[in-house]
């Protein structure tokens, strides 16, 4: 599937080919830790087919627990997270963050990992109330 997105100061852009059936919710620490969130969302790109169109991307470059160096890549101007590449030789994990892409409406997760450390409400976020935009609380 072919898409195309870009980060919330919109200096970066790319296209990338993705496969649908690969998304994937991470709940492992560090990715709750680099998203600010609760877990982190991506989708495996293709063939290594993810092309920038504009900007640039600095990456930081962690240890992942199985040893093999992580590429993290995000836009120095305002921190959007674009995607994971394990760096090396045959790397095949290449993830791109699903909520940087426009057509993320219509890539729903297939698969959940590193539960063991998911935090503990994201499995029943129904029972939290809730409202179409922003209410005075
Ligand atoms: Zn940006
Ligand atoms: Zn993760």
Aim: proline share 4%; charged share 20%; glycine share 10%.
């Amino acid at each position: 599937m072919k898409i195309d997105g870009g980060c919330l100061c919109t200096n970066v852009t790319y296209e990338a080919e993705v496969n649908p059936e690969r998304v994937v919710i991470c709940h492992c620490t560090d990715c709750q830790t680099h998203s600010g969130t609760a877990y982190g969302v991506v989708v495996g790109i293709i063939d290594e087919c993810f092309h920038l169109l504009s900007g640039t991307l600095k990456t930081y470059e962690k240890i992942a627990e199985s040893g093999t160096v992580r590429a993290l890549a995000f836009c120095p101007e305002c921190g959007t997270r674009i995607y994971a590449k394990t760096v090396g030789e045959g790397s095949s994990l290449f993830g791109l963050r699903v909520g940087t892409v426009r057509q993320r409406a219509q890539l729903i997760p297939k698969a959940q990992v590193w539960c063991r450390s998911a935090q503990e409400w994201v499995g029943d976020l129904t029972s939290i109330p809730k409202y179409e935009k922003q209410p005075t609380l």
